[in-house]
């Protein structure tokens, strides 16, 4: 039953990547998220990002029977328009509909919200249409970048999105995004960096996934003396504790505990020497305990630091 339960998560892996058979595939615009924005329900919103960042990726929840259009204002002052139809199309049916520029991609599916329709709150069920923000034409000779937005279905139900042809995306990244409805819509917006972004909506997703893990060990490599600094430190007092002076870290330890079991049984308006050996003993404790939490953490520190450097050697 186990290997029945691993074959369904493959093929539902493999049904949700976002690869079109039209030859457009999502670009990697979601590496360094550095904020989110939310318009919460309503029918007229306006977001324009910070000087130092760009909008990535986009979600707009649709409810149901709705039209909503949008603008997307990218590079030094351009638009382009797009609108979302969300509406019933006969029985466990829906129609979606997506368009920006000059494409529009629609679908026809099965859909349960259709029989559910509004709830008592007086907002129907609603859908993803997910603008993926940044993406590239395969198909063509050299390929085309551009943006996107597709609807529901996308990777389950069908491989198709709507496609607008951008050049230059470094230069043309989305900075604002505004949209009007005649019901009320959800939108979700992720920025990041604008300048880590730039370097990556040209490339796919794994191959901007792989550039980003280059970075890091750029970086790593950048920073390798302090990194050795900091091991060689580790070990450091790590021998000079526990084996240098083992034994007279041990005798001051024995001592200090012993000195403070008797100033504070004898600090007691009615001291008593039975009880300076179960003090002591109790100080013991409490020093082993702490002698092993410092191992630890050294030996945590050491091995975080040795595994970050394998793990992008």
Not at 4 to 31: D, H, K, M, Q, R
Not at 241 to 260: H, R, S, Y
């Amino acid at each position: 039953m186990k290997y029945f339960y691993l074959v369904v998560l493959a093929v539902l892996i493999l049904c949700v990547s976002p690869v079109s058979a039209s030859g457009i595939v999502v670009t990697g615009g979601n590496i360094n998220i550095v904020s989110v924005e939310h318009s919460g329900w309503t029918q007229d919103y306006t977001y324009t990002s910070a000087d130092t960042e760009r909008i990535s990726i986009m979600e707009f929840d649709v409810p149901l029977n709705s039209h909503t259009n949008f603008t997307l204002t990218y590079g030094n002052g351009k638009t382009v328009d797009g609108w979302i139809v969300y509406k019933a199309a006969g029985f466990l049916q829906s129609y979606s509909e997506v368009h920006l520029g000059d494409s529009t991609y629609s679908e026809t599916f099965t859909d349960s919200a259709v029989a559910v329709g509004c709830s008592a709150s007086g907002i129907c069920l609603d859908k993803q249409v997910k603008f993926s923000s940044y993406a590239k034409n395969t198909s063509t000779d050299p390929a085309q970048t551009g943006l996107a937005l597709y609807a529901q279905g996308y990777g389950i139900y069908s491989s198709q999105l709507a496609f607008y042809p951008v050049d230059d995306l470094a230069s043309n990244m989305i900075e604002s995004v505004s949209f009007t409805s005649d019901d009320n819509v959800y939108l979700t917006i992720q920025n990041d960096d604008a300048e880590k972004l730039a370097s990556y909506i040209s490339r796919t997703t794994s191959d901007a996934v792989t550039q980003k893990s280059n970075d890091i060990l750029a970086t790593l490599m950048e920073n390798l003396g302090l990194i050795l600094s900091a091991i060689g430190a580790i070990l450091y007092w790590l021998k000079f504790f526990f084996v240098d002076n083992l034994i007279t870290v041990v005798v001051l330890e024995i001592m200090g505990t012993l000195a403070a079991a008797v100033a504070t049984e004898g600090l007691k308006s009615r001291p008593n020497p039975l009880n300076i050996p179960v003090v002591f003993f109790t100080y013991q404790a409490a020093m082993i305990k702490g002698f092993i939490w410092i191992w630890s953490q050294l030996i945590d520190m050491l091995t975080k630091l040795v595994q970050a450097l394998l793990k992008w050697l």
